[in-house]
Structures are given as C-alpha cells and as structure tokens.
C-alpha cells in the first residue's frame, strides 16, 4: 500500500522560498500512470491544486495562479517528489499535501494522499 509523508519547516518568513518534501512508500514515483501532486488548503477555505510531475520524464504542469512561483522536481534515487514556491506572502499560509493522482478516460481521480503538513507564513 502505497504511503505519502509530507515534510519541512512549519514556519517560513515572507518573501522566503517555502520547501516541502514528500516521501513515498510502497510504490516507485516512476510507476507507470500516475502523477504526484501537490495540494494546499488554506485556512477556513477549500483545496487549491498547485501542480504535479509526471511519472516518465519528471515533466510538469502548474497551477496558472501559481505557475510563476512554483517549482517541483523529484528524486527517484530518494522517492521523493519536492514542492518549491518561491516569494511567499502571508497567502501562501495553509496545509500543503502530496497527492497521487492518474487519469482515465480524462478523468483524474486522487487515490492516495499524505496526512499534510501545515506551512505558515510570517515573520
């Protein structure tokens, strides 16, 4: 059964890069048809998407609303997929989850997810 763990500074000072690992277990992130996401709530509101990499090159795809400022690789020596957003704001202060995701028929459904890891953002 496939595990996700998210990981990194709870706290991070604005106009800093926020960092965020996740860690998988019990499945290569280079499994054929899936796509590791990253996804954010922030407080009192509902799931923002932010962006994925794909299982056979490592390519990428972002939010539009964040495509400026997001960054994520992985490393499949390690397993783990990386969340980077650069020039954070107060804004950005929210629970950031690892998603794993696959597509069939054009429909994405989410199948796996990590317990989150809440960011904030101040100083």
């Known amino acids: 059964q496939v595990q996700l763990q998210e990981s990194g500074p709870g706290l991070v000072k604005p106009s800093q890069t926020l960092s965020l690992t996740c860690t998988v277990s019990?499945?290569?992130?280079?499994?054929?048809?899936?796509?590791w996401n990253w996804i954010r709530q922030p407080p009192g509101k509902g799931l923002e998407w932010i962006g994925y990499?794909?299982?056979?090159?490592?390519?990428?795809y972002y939010s539009p609303s964040l495509n400026s400022r997001t960054s994520i690789t992985r490393d499949t020596s390690k397993n783990q997929i990386i969340l980077q957003l650069t020039s954070v704001t107060p804004e950005d202060t929210a629970e950031y989850y690892c998603?794993?995701?696959?597509?069939?028929?054009?429909?994405?459904?989410?199948?796996?997810w990590g317990q989150g890891t809440r960011v904030t953002v101040s100083s």
């Open positions: 990499i794909t299982y056979y090159d490592g390519s990428t």
């Open positions: 998603a794993r995701s696959t597509e069939k028929y054009g429909i994405t459904s989410f199948d796996s």
């Open positions: 019990g499945a290569s992130i280079s499994t054929v048809n899936y796509y």
